[in-house]
């Protein structure tokens, strides 16, 4: 999910109460909600579709979520004891205990794979031990419903806590709101996968959450490859009668699978992370050049996202699907 989502987590679960139990409660729960986002410092070092392969791995795994608060609580207890000896702490900052700090930052940074999970972009839960991805199919990256119900009981929780009211219970409300606002979505997800095409035999249905209308899915279907080498896309809306639609500008593929082609480029970095991330891989042909893309992502208004490009070489396209 995005960093404005876990921050409001973090805000919530502190306005439900958790930040009475130490001083810089507050920063711990939110810090700690974004912090496994640490990893967005390798694009500093990666190129290209690299990224792709490193994200959302080895700092949202076990090992992460033990060390990230570790340091989080270090960094926030030091913090404390510098604005002591120089006379500068705060005097209404309550007394900071650090295995609450641990606790707070550790609570704070479990949030941020279990919303990252809920999305189509995956996680690797249990990075170094296993490289498997994880999806949840269920929240768009971005839910501008979740901003709305989480910031506004975060504003609601502090203007009733300045005017000495029960200001934990807004926030627990808004909670248990958006709790139930998942599983809503969860269980939408899952009838949008129940469906069947009426030519093509697939091996598995993916419900892609579409922005603002959280009640409708994209759902992508991947072909078993012994039929068609590709993918098809169908509109599910429980409040319409759906169909199956292909996106405008539709690629035309080549018989030839994305795994076929990566093949033939062991020693390209580029394409073995795209394959690594990749979960409906297909391969479009441009001028003589062979975009290997992930049908998550397919936006034919911006081609360039989440793709590889190679040379086609003697792979020909005698065999392209009309």
Request: hydrophobic share 45%.
């Amino acid at each position: 999910m995005d960093n404005l989502t876990h921050s409001l987590v973090g805000a919530l679960l502190g306005q439900a109460g958790l930040k009475k139990k130490t001083g810089l409660a507050m920063p711990a729960l939110i810090v700690g909600a974004n912090l496994p986002d640490v990893d967005a410092a390798c694009f500093f070092w990666l190129e290209g579709a690299e990224h792709l392969g490193f994200r959302r791995g080895i700092t949202h795994g076990p090992p992460a979520m033990v060390l990230l608060p570790l340091i989080l609580a270090g960094l926030l207890y030091g913090f404390d004891r510098w604005q002591a000896s120089r006379g500068k702490r705060p005097e209404d900052r309550l007394p900071v205990n650090f295995k609450w700090l641990f606790l707070l930052s550790f609570i704070g940074c479990l949030t941020h794979p279990a919303l990252d999970w809920l999305n189509v972009y995956g996680i690797r839960l249990l990075e170094p031990f296993s490289s498997q991805w994880f999806y949840g199919d269920t929240l768009f990256i971005i839910d501008v419903w979740l901003w709305a119900l989480m910031g506004l009981a975060t504003w609601f929780s502090l203007r009733r806590e300045k005017r000495g009211g029960d200001w934990k219970r807004p926030a627990r409300v808004a909670i248990a709101v958006a709790l139930a606002y998942i599983g809503v979505n969860g269980f939408i997800s899952d009838r949008a996968t129940q469906i069947d095409h009426p030519v093509y035999a697939f091996d598995e249905n993916i419900a892609s959450p579409v922005p603002l209308a959280f009640w409708k899915r994209e759902v992508i279907v991947p072909s078993n490859r012994e039929i068609f080498n590709g993918w098809a896309m169908r509109i599910y809306d429980p409040f319409a009668q759906d169909r199956w639609t292909q996106p405008d500008d539709f690629p035309v593929e080549p018989c030839l699978s994305a795994s076929e082609i990566a093949a033939r480029y062991p020693d390209n970095s580029q394409l073995a992370a795209f394959m690594k991330w990749s979960r409906v891989p297909f391969v479009e042909v441009r001028d003589g050049k062979a975009i290997l893309r992930d049908a998550r992502f397919y936006d034919p208004r911006a081609r360039d996202n989440f793709s590889v490009t190679v040379p086609l070489g003697d792979m020909g396209t005698d065999c392209i699907l009309e």
